[in-house]
């Protein structure tokens, strides 16, 4: 094998954990109500997809996430994991595929699966990082989510807006 080859196939590999650590974050950073951290994961044009929800924006993202927008929950205390996640490099734009679940601290203490949902999340690279671009989320049992899924096999990404 080539040095170069070695060169960007680590390159690959760090690109790929890279945003597996942004979606962690995005995790930790919705559970934690950190806007600043949310702020700084999404590019400002960015697009969320919620089933039937959409919405436009870094900062009604933030704001929905939060709950503060149209969809935002008000929950004593969540807990979203996200992955196992399949990524798809290339260049300055990723796709990784997969699942999410948000656990929630119910007024009993009781605490239970309240969503568990298929995942399309779009990424691009800039100066500094890659943020997300786009994230796609249908619950389980949705017509389309397993269709997300199945295009990261397939190793589309994203077309257009």
């Not at 999404?42 to 929905?64: K, P, Q, S």
């Not at 119910?106 to 671009?133: C, G, K, M, P, Y």
Request: overall charge negative; some cysteine; aromatic content about 6%.
């Amino acid at each position: 094998m080539k040095p170069e080859d070695t060169d960007r196939r680590l390159r690959t590999v760090e690109d790929m954990l890279a945003i597996h650590d942004v979606m962690v974050e995005y995790a930790i950073a919705a559970d934690s109500g950190d806007a600043e951290l949310l702020r700084e994961l999404f590019v400002d044009d960015a697009v969320y997809e919620l089933d039937d929800l959409r919405i436009d924006g870094r900062d009604a993202i933030v704001a929905t996430v939060l709950g503060r927008g149209p969809a935002g929950a008000e929950m004593l205390a969540s807990a979203h994991t996200v992955g196992p996640a399949m990524v798809r490099v290339d260049g300055d734009q990723a796709v990784a595929c997969g699942y999410s679940r948000l656990y929630v601290l119910e007024e009993d203490q009781s605490i239970s699966l309240r969503r568990l949902s298929f995942n399309r999340w779009e990424f691009v690279r800039d100066r500094t990082r890659w943020r997300i671009a786009r994230r796609v989320v249908r619950a389980l049992g949705a017509a389309d989510g397993p269709e997300l899924v199945r295009n990261i096999l397939a190793k589309r990404l994203p077309e257009g807006g």
